[in-house]
């Protein structure tokens, strides 16, 4: 009986192991949702791993609009609408430790200090982007233009934007 002890102590100290060996920061690993949860102001993900028994948990503030973007991006890397983040359940997301909790590697343009220059200005246009909505009509319009240019057509329109202010300023100063 006294042996039966010893060997859920050793399996419980192994996966304790052997957790701490795959919380390594900027270690990836895929994780299968296994519960979302869906409430009036956050949704909630239970994420799973082969490798340990316990759960994962990711929580999003629906009234933060950052949080609702990276929902926006993990749902469309699945081919969901964001609506439909509830279909997640039984899919496998692939997350990477950032030293204090595992995050889904599609968030990265959403974390500070982490994804590329372009993923961080294209999140940081889209958050201004929101901001503006709530402005006056007129904005709104620009707003709503802007969000079905694609990122290419936005890096044009910004070129000619300044192109035309910098003729405007030389006219300005030679007339």
């Keep these: 009986m006294q042996g039966d002890g010893t060997h859920r102590e050793t399996a419980a100290e192994y996966e ?23 409430g009036e102001d956050e949704v909630s993900l239970a994420l799973a791993f082969e490798w340990t028994t316990g759960t994962e948990r990711l929580t ?8 609702v ?6 749902a469309a890397s699945h081919g969901f609408e964001f609506e439909q983040i509830g279909f997640l359940e039984g899919e496998t997301l692939p997350v990477v430790y950032t030293g204090s909790e595992w995050t889904p590697t599609v968030h990265r343009g959403y974390a500070e200090g982490e994804g590329s220059v372009s993923e961080t200005f294209t999140t940081e ?7 503006l909505a709530r ?5 709104r319009r620009l707003v ?8 290419k057509q936005l890096i044009l ?3 000619i934007v300044k192109k035309l202010i910098i003729i405007a300023l030389i006219a300005w100063l030679l007339l």
Excluded: C, W
């Design 16 to 38: 304790h192991l052997r957790t701490k060996k795959k919380e390594r920061q900027g270690n990836e690993e895929h994780a299968e949702v296994r519960d979302v949860f869906v």
């Design 157 to 159: 329109a910004v070129i």
């Design 125 to 131: 246009l889209r958050l201004l982007a929101r901001e």
């Design 60 to 67: 999003y503030d629906l009234g933060d609009d950052r949080d």
């Design 135 to 139: 402005s006056p009509k007129i904005l």
């Design 144 to 151: 709503e233009l802007s969000r079905t240019m694609s990122t």
């Design 69 to 74: 973007l990276k929902l926006e991006a993990l």
